[in-house]
């Protein structure tokens, strides 16, 4: 069976490391100078397991539904990590407005999903963007630029050229968990692999690591979701 992947080489990259991506796809990261028999002979070596990853069932665990999760008109948002109840106002205009609910115009209602999304967008740059310039003083790092961008199938991603990226689904997350996702990609910055160094970076910034880490491999899904 043919294995399509993808390679992504990096200067700052010394060895490589293949991962597979929540929508299924192989991406190899490798090196600059790393010749593409070398990697394909690495991508056949690890044949076997890549197939396992591609077939297991899920990348998450099955969320359970949030307990004590309010509705109206059938569907609630999640935002910070809560749950907060949508209200369709019957009057009004403008935009989204959050005071421990939200609350939705209602010639906004049929395009209540763009509305979100452009609501979840704003917040994300406003409170996402300036943990990153924190948490890069922190670590005494410094990045080209970092935005907010719709990235399905990563958390947050950073370049060869010291660029970040963060998916504006995080900011439907906790405020923990967007600080790991931040703290991880500066990481980068110091050690491009995930070695030992590397997760040393992170628990020094992040005592809890694991805490941030084990709740978005189980609610990952909640955040994909369109509410």
Same mark, same amino acid.
């Given at each position: &069976? ?7 080489? @990096? ?5 490589? %490391? ?6 299924? @796809?192989?991406?190899?990261? /490798?090196? /600059? ?15 076997? *397991? ?16 949030? +307990? ?22 019957? %009057? ?9 609910? $939200? ?15 452009? *609501?979840?967008? /704003? ?8 943990? !990153? ?9 410094? $990045? ?14 950073? %370049? ?5 990226? $963060? ?6 997350? +906790? &405020?923990?968990?967007?600080?790991? !996702? ?15 160094? $590397? ?7 992040? /005592?809890? &690591? ?18």
């Amino acid at each position: &069976m043919d294995l399509e992947y993808t390679i992504v080489r @990096s200067p700052r990259r010394r060895k490589l %490391t293949i991962t597979v991506e929540r929508d299924r @796809s192989v991406v190899v990261h /490798a090196p /600059a100078a790393t010749a593409d028999e070398k990697i394909h002979r690495l991508v056949e070596s690890k044949r076997q *397991w890549i197939f396992e990853k591609i077939r297991h069932a899920q990348k998450y665990d099955a969320p359970p539904p949030p +307990p004590g999760k309010e509705l109206v008109n059938g569907e609630s948002a999640l935002y910070l990590g809560r749950s907060y109840r949508i209200e369709i106002s019957p %009057t009004g205009s403008g935009g989204i407005e959050f005071v421990q609910k $939200f609350r939705v115009p209602a010639d906004l209602a049929d395009r209540r999903l763009e509305a979100f999304r452009s *609501w979840y967008i /704003a917040r994300a740059e406003e409170k996402i963007l300036p943990r !990153v310039r924190h948490h890069a003083r922190q670590l005494g790092v410094e $990045f080209s630029e970092a935005r907010i961008v719709d990235n399905r199938y990563r958390w947050g991603s950073c %370049t060869a050229k010291n660029n970040l990226t $963060f998916n504006w689904r995080l900011i439907k997350a +906790p &405020m923990s968990v967007i600080d790991y !996702v931040v703290v991880h990609e500066l990481a980068h910055l110091i050690e491009p692999n995930h070695t030992p160094q $590397f997760w040393n970076i992170i628990k020094a910034q992040i /005592a809890n &690591m694991d805490k941030p880490k084990q709740w978005l491999k189980e609610h990952g899904q909640l955040l994909e979701q369109s509410l």
